[in-house]
């Protein structure tokens, strides 16, 4: 009886573009389905009389497009008789949506057709037979291509990305890697990590994309220092801020992010929506990237990352296996450097201060002044010697010292010219402020060239002192991650003017904090990270030490003042030929 009644109802209902002509079944009438509609009739609804018609179609399904004609109502009638399909069930329709699928996806992976190429799309049931027509401007075709060129979402898209590998620093400047994705085979994993993305507690890594030219990488800088600013303050207070580098094995354009890992032992859902709320407010591009970590009952790591929904909030996607990586030969941030604040020639350091005239107004005006300075010079027939060394060993009471015995001309990096920008430029990024000192010495090398025809010259500070902050600063860890020694990023710029001599004063940390608080001046954040962390104070001074072409010759200003002295003029004398 339900099978009846279904079929009635469904008798009842007429087609679209049908009509009701009396007892006789023609192409419009109640009963008739019209080819395209591949529905099937039940047993019911093919019994005569069912219809309204006095000579329904019969118990017997007639061959497919069977017809038989009738007389009556004053003419001779075609009567088409109704096409019976088996019953579709549940099982054959997913079969045919499968089937469906797997022609689009043959299609998808197989590449994007030639332009002009003529492609047929399957029909669906009902709709009417499209002409061939160009790939672009099917509407299917579009959605299609905008899935291969946009993002590709999923665990299973993510999956044919290279494996993303994560320097952790933790106490100590100690660094810890592990992979996210798919794993190294033979690492062997490191229980430092577990204990810091694992439960109690809940770590989120937050880091920013270096991708583009000089432009966004200036930009991510930005957005770098800013982040660093804004997690340390409000409900980020309680939680543990680390340093992050993401970085590919392969390497590339593009392979490195540096961002933070933020830990939160109370796991507070407060601290997520403050996360979330802060990537809100970072419209502009490179836009951070926000991810989750988490453990499951057989205590594996998984990072799940946020990914923000245009106008519909944030979701999380799919999570990926948090696994040991191999710690590499050489650390992530070396290859980079060359960009990143050891810039090997002019135009690199130009060029980023030309992605900074649009918020920095002055650095239109130190480029003014570079463009002044001829890109050759060449140095006179006097000596010129350069003074390095930390902050507090006495540079300047020996660069002055050595100028009055030598009757030479004293100049400094940077020059009088840009000195009054220092404080605009340091407090801005590593790369900017590594560029603005390093057209510094530019500058300097142009003074260098015109008094060294006339007299010697002594100089306070050169590129060996731009060059170790920016390795010290950008290459994370302790001693040991540093770069290599006779490595090139210790060898002097081809364009710069190159001194005859450099010296390196050396004081003992002790007597350095001593002299420190004794002077009362105003500390940059470079100055203070050197009080308050020994090892990057370390890392500085092993940079000077591995200075190539020209190589720095150690000088102990613990003595007294003249004792010193009488040391510099000694070295001076048996290294210039000239005194």
Not at 8 to 32: D, F, L
Not at 504 to 519: A, K
Request: glycine residues 8%; hydrophobic residues 35%.
């Amino acid at each position: 009886m339900k099978r009846y009644t279904r079929a009635r109802a469904h008798a009842r209902v007429p087609y679209p573009g049908t009509s009701n002509t009396g007892g006789i079944i023609q192409p419009g009438a109640w009963g008739h389905r019209p080819a395209s509609h591949r529905g099937s009739l039940s047993e019911a609804a093919r019994r005569p009389g069912l219809c309204g018609c006095p000579s329904g179609p019969s118990w017997r399904q007639p061959a497919r497009g069977a017809t038989s004609r009738s007389g009556g109502g004053g003419g001779e009638t075609e009567e088409v008789a109704p096409t019976r399909a088996p019953p579709t069930s549940r099982r054959r329709r997913r079969r045919r949506r499968r089937r469906r699928r797997r022609r689009r996806f043959v299609f998808v992976s197989t590449g994007v057709p030639p332009a002009g190429s003529q492609v047929s799309f399957p029909q669906r049931p009902g709709r009417h037979r499209e002409a061939p027509m160009t790939f672009g401007r099917h509407p299917r075709a579009r959605r299609l291509l905008a899935r291969l060129s946009g993002r590709r979402r999923g665990a299973c898209a993510r999956a044919m990305e290279p494996p993303r590998c994560f320097a952790l620093e933790l106490p100590g400047c100690t660094l810890a890697h592990f992979a996210v994705g798919e794993l190294a085979p033979g690492a062997r994993p490191d229980p430092r990590v577990a204990a810091l993305l694992g439960p109690p507690g809940r770590s989120y890594s937050l880091s920013v994309p270096e991708t583009g030219g000089v432009g966004a990488r200036v930009r991510a800088a930005r957005l770098h220092q800013h982040l660093r600013q804004q997690l340390r303050r409000g409900p980020f207070q309680r939680c543990e801020l680390r340093r992050l580098l993401g970085y590919r094995p392969d390497g590339g354009a593009g392979a490195l992010q540096h961002g933070f890992l933020l830990r939160d032992p109370r796991d507070s859902p407060d601290t997520r929506q403050a996360l979330l709320e802060l990537l809100d407010a970072c419209p502009e591009a490179p836009r951070p990237l926000l991810a989750e970590f988490s453990g499951d009952r057989l205590c594996q790591l998984w990072q799940r990352p946020w990914e923000r929904r245009d106008g519909r909030g944030w979701r999380q996607l799919g999570g990926e296996r948090v696994g040991p990586a191999p710690e590499p030969a050489l650390h992530p941030v070396v290859p980079d450097l060359p960009s990143a604040g050891v810039f090997p020639h002019r135009e690199a350091a130009c060029a980023v201060l030309e992605a900074c005239t649009s918020f920095i107004p002055e650095a239109r005006e130190v480029l003014d002044l570079v463009d002044q300075c001829p890109e050759q010079v060449q140095k006179g027939r006097f000596p010129v010697i350069v003074i390095e060394g930390l902050d507090a060993t006495g540079k300047t009471t020996v660069t002055q010292s050595v100028s009055d015995s030598l009757k030479a001309v004293l100049l400094k990096s940077p020059p009088s010219c840009i000195s009054q920008w220092r404080k605009i430029f340091d407090d801005e990024p590593t790369i900017i402020r590594r560029a603005f000192y390093s057209l510094g010495n530019y500058i300097v090398a142009s003074e260098i060239a015109k008094e060294s025809t006339k007299s010697p010259v002594v100089v306070d500070r050169y590129w060996h002192s731009t060059a170790t902050y920016a390795i010290a600063t950008e290459v994370s860890g302790g001693l040991q991650h540093l770069p290599p020694i006779h490595h090139p990023i210790y060898q002097w710029p081809r364009d710069l003017l190159k001194p005859d001599l450099i010296l390196l004063l050396t004081v003992s940390p002790e007597e350095r904090m001593q002299r420190i608080e004794g002077r009362g001046m105003e500390k940059t954040r470079e100055e203070a990270e050197l009080e308050t962390n020994s090892i990057f104070r370390q890392k500085v001074e092993v940079c000077y030490q591995r200075m190539e072409n020209p190589g720095c010759h150690v000088v102990d200003a613990s003595p007294s003042r003249e004792k010193v002295l009488q040391m510099v003029l000694s070295v001076i004398q048996n290294n210039c030929n000239y005194l």
